[in-house]
């Protein structure tokens, strides 16, 4: 199949429950847990352990309705908004927040992130206590939340999302400018994304993804005026052919004043 012919994220829609089975369930044929749970739910928590990146507000900005991403954050922030393109996301993940019958079930990747001695029931409370505000937003507006006015952001926490809403080079500049809008001063930028992808598949729908590698993401942080603190790379182990990632990759930045 011609990748041009592949589903947009942001404008074709997506089936939010059907990537959160694929990719993030606790099934035993789930095979992305390594790099889809594993992976971001390790790397952020060594970060944050570090102490450095906390403040009043997290903006999350990331594909889908996953909510992993936040674990290690409600330690550090007083405020978590979630910003979703589309209604399917947006409802989901509220379902979620209010404890609704029906919601995704996030215990085992809760599990994952607590120590041994932790209870994963009390650190969903606290996610759901940090998370204010879900929030619709758009691409191509000035101000992406409009009518809203976001406060500047403390951190800004992006799992996926460029990879997938990008046609081109150009627009990852575009796009990822604009996120750093979203920042104070000095702020911190947390990027999750895939390497040398060009597809995922949910359901029958195969999905476009950006492709790029590690000096790219690197190069074009740099050029948008980031220090990068930190960069792991996790090469792909598990066979699937849902998608064709190479790698998984961890960015953790902040915003020089």
Same mark, same amino acid.
């Given at each position: 199949?011609?990748?041009?012919?592949?589903?947009?994220?942001?404008?074709?829609?997506?089936?939010?429950?059907?990537?959160?089975?694929?990719?993030?369930?606790?099934?035993?044929?789930?095979?992305?847990?390594?790099?889809?749970?594993?992976?971001?739910?390790?790397?952020?928590?060594?970060?944050?352990?570090?102490?450095?990146?906390? %403040?009043?507000?997290?903006?999350?900005?990331?594909?889908?309705?996953?909510?992993?991403?936040?674990?290690?954050?409600?330690?550090?922030?007083?405020?978590?908004?979630?910003?979703?393109?589309?209604?399917?996301?947006?409802?989901?993940?509220?379902? /979620?927040?209010?404890?609704?019958? %029906?919601?995704?079930? /996030? %215990?085992?990747?809760?599990?994952?992130?607590?120590?041994?001695?932790?209870?994963?029931?009390?650190?969903?409370?606290?996610?759901?206590?940090?998370?204010?505000?879900?929030?619709?937003?758009?691409?191509?507006?000035?101000?992406?939340t409009e009518p809203i006015d976001l406060p500047p952001a403390d951190c800004i926490i992006s799992g996926w999302l460029l990879d997938v809403i990008c046609k081109d080079q150009e627009d990852y500049i575009k796009y990822l400018r604009k996120f750093s809008k979203l920042l104070k001063p000095g702020g911190n930028l947390i990027l999750i994304g895939c390497l040398e992808a060009t597809y995922y598949t949910v359901g029958k729908d195969k999905m476009h993804v950006f492709r790029y590698n590690e000096e790219f993401a690197r190069k074009v942080l740099v050029g948008e005026g980031f220090v990068i603190d930190r960069c792991e790379v996790k090469e792909r182990t598990n066979i699937s052919d849902l998608t064709d990632y190479k790698a998984l990759i961890f960015i953790a930045a902040h915003k020089e004043k």
């Open positions: 199949m011609d990748s041009s012919n592949y589903k947009l994220y942001h404008i074709h829609g997506c089936d939010s429950r059907g990537v959160l089975e694929s990719y993030c369930s606790d099934k035993p044929d789930m095979v992305f847990r390594d790099d889809t749970l594993i992976f971001p739910i390790e790397n952020l928590k060594r970060t944050f352990q570090l102490g450095h990146i906390r %403040g009043d507000i997290l903006l999350d900005l990331s594909a889908g309705s996953v909510i992993h991403l936040l674990y290690s954050a409600c330690e550090f922030f007083k405020h978590i908004i979630v910003l979703k393109l589309n209604d399917r996301c947006i409802l989901e993940l509220k379902r /979620w927040v209010d404890t609704r019958t %029906g919601a995704f079930h /996030w %215990g085992h990747a809760a599990q994952l992130h607590a120590d041994k001695e932790g209870k994963s029931d009390k650190l969903e409370v606290k996610v759901r206590s940090a998370l204010q505000h879900v929030v619709k937003f758009d691409l191509e507006k000035e101000n992406m």
